[in-house]
Nanobody, 123 residues
Framework: QVQLVESGGGLVQAGGSLRLSCAAS????????GAWFRQAPGKEREFVAG????????TYTDSVKGRFTISRDNAKNTVYLQMNNLRLEDTAVYFC????????????????WGRGTQVTVSS
């Protein structure tokens, strides 16, 4: 069982930056692919970014390409999401997810989830 805890959310003005962190409870986190999803009010949870266990391969949804960067530090059992040039439409609860199969993009394909952290972008 892998427990995930997100942190780093908050209120930021449009154009600003935030860095989210996702700390995992397992010391073998390097065997798990990591991902970030988000869910805005009234909308379904959607894939944002994913990273393989090694950190060598990443993938992003089109709307965040060039603005968000996913990374990881397996020595710290942590996955990060650096978010730059934030837009109003990035406002959502951001969830960290992990699975042993890399780079999946569907909610149903991930076994482990954090509780989420709120990101609010204001004008």
């Amino acid at each position: 069982q892998v427990q995930l805890v997100e942190s780093g959310g908050g209120l930021v003005q449009a154009g600003g930056s935030l860095r989210l962190s996702c700390a995992a409870s397992t010391r073998t986190f390097g065997y798990y692919a990591g991902a970030w999803f988000r869910q805005a009010p009234g909308k379904e949870r959607e894939f944002v970014a994913g990273i393989t266990g090694s950190g060598l391969t990443t993938t992003y949804t089109d709307s965040v390409k060039g603005r968000f960067t996913i990374s990881r530090d397996n020595a710290k059992n942590t996955v990060y999401l650096q978010m730059n040039n934030l837009r109003l439409e990035d406002t959502a609860v951001y969830f960290c997810a992990a699975d042993q199969t890399p780079l999946r993009t569907r909610v149903s394909e991930y076994d482990y989830w954090g509780r989420g952290t709120q990101v609010t972008v204001s004008s």
